[in-house]
């Protein structure tokens, strides 16, 4: 069956520091795959999304991923951390070819130390 | 970024008590979907629609009910509240158009059920 793992369900960064959130699916075919935030309180909002073609995507936010498909990982980069990313990252496969049906991850809770 | 209403944000209510929890979107979007979300958990698919008088379960079993009369309202109802009913609930609205192929998500209702 396919899955999605977060191995990391919290995370702490100090404001400045690199962050790479991990994640791993299980998937037979060509997966489509997404990174969502959910701020405490809210719904999600979509940081990005890899369909295919260059393997390294950029979203919003300076948020990027990078696609290895030897590795079943689609991680989360971002180079330096504001505090106002402090929030809950969940990782997502698309399983029908799409966003039509998706598969969750559990979330890693970010939380970003002054 | 897409414009999906729930309401109400935040419902505190007695067992036994039938509720109707709404979501609404302005898009246009044929593709509608419930998901369920406890806390430190992942998202579960619970219900979805293709389109108009159309509904499906979805992997998580639900007690709850849809209905999808017009294309931008996507109501879910549950005859009689229970305690473990608590739970996040979150609408999402799907545009199908290839590389923008996308779930876009609403704020959410935390539903209490004492």
């Known amino acids: 069956a396919q899955s999605v793992t977060q191995p990391d369900i919290h995370i702490t960064v100090s404001e400045g520091a690199s962050l790479e959130l991990r994640c791993n699916y299980s998937?037979?075919?060509?997966?489509?795959l997404f990174w969502y935030v959910q701020s405490p309180g809210q719904g999600l909002q979509l940081l990005l999304k890899?369909?295919?073609?260059?393997?390294l995507v950029q979203g919003i936010k300076g948020f990027e991923a990078e696609f290895k498909r030897s590795q079943s990982s689609f991680n989360l980069r971002k180079p330096s951390v504001h505090w106002s990313d402090a929030a809950e990252y969940f990782c997502a496969v698309g399983i029908q070819g799409g966003s039509e049906k998706l598969v969750f991850g559990k979330g890693t809770k970010l939380t970003v130390n002054p | 970024e897409a414009d999906i209403y729930q309401t109400p944000r935040y419902l505190v209510i007695g067992t036994g008590k039938k509720i109707t929890l709404e979501c609404s979107q302005t898009m246009g979007h044929d593709k509608m979907y419930w998901y369920q979300q406890d806390p430190g958990m992942e998202l579960h698919l619970i219900h979805y629609?293709?389109?108009?008088?159309?509904?499906e379960k979805g992997d998580l079993s639900s007690e709850s009910t849809v209905s999808r009369i017009r294309t931008e309202h996507f109501p879910l109802t549950l005859e009689s509240a229970r305690p473990s009913h608590t739970s996040q609930y979150l609408c999402?609205?799907?545009?199908?158009?290839?590389?923008?192929?996308?779930?876009?998500f609403g704020p959410g209702t935390r539903l209490t059920v004492l």
């Open positions: 890899y369909f295919s073609g260059d393997t």
């Open positions: 998937y037979g075919a060509t997966p489509y």
């Open positions: 629609s293709y389109g108009v008088n159309s509904t």
């Open positions: 999402a609205s799907n545009e199908l158009a290839g590389r923008t192929d996308t779930q876009y």
